[in-house]
């Protein structure tokens, strides 16, 4: 994977210390858990058709959510799908596909690990 952090909790923390409540951390996390695969999945597909256009829109705005929850490594990845597909090559993108899936766990698993339920 990488050597970049999973989660930054900066943002999060930054919006707690603002007044926000432990209950929005994790509506936020509930609504990482419904968006991101959806997301991921048209990312995937775009990848696929090599329909570079939808990759790097899907790319930009799935990048965005992540880094918004302080998702660094996961967002790096997305990150780099977005220059390829910017560059007109995301046909050299299908391999990253392929981790999505555990980047997506390795994502969630940190943000419960940081915020759980009580």
Do not use: C, W
């Not at 695969?37 to 775009?46: S, V």
């Not at 660094?72 to 560059?87: G, H, K, N, P």
């Amino acid at each position: 994977m990488s050597d970049l952090p999973i989660l930054d909790p900066r943002p999060l923390d930054d919006l707690l210390n603002l007044g926000g409540s432990a209950d929005l951390i994790h509506e936020l996390i509930a609504l990482f858990q419904e968006d991101v695969p959806i997301r991921l999945a048209i990312l995937k597909t775009a990848i696929e058709a090599a329909d570079a256009p939808q990759a790097m829109m899907e790319a930009h705005q799935l990048k965005g959510s992540l880094s918004n929850m302080g998702l660094v490594r996961f967002a790096d990845l997305v990150s780099r799908i977005e220059s390829r597909a910017r560059e007109g090559q995301v046909e050299k993108a299908p391999g990253i596909t392929e981790v999505f899936s555990a980047s997506y766990e390795e994502a969630l698993h940190a943000l419960n690990t940081a915020y759980p339920q009580n």
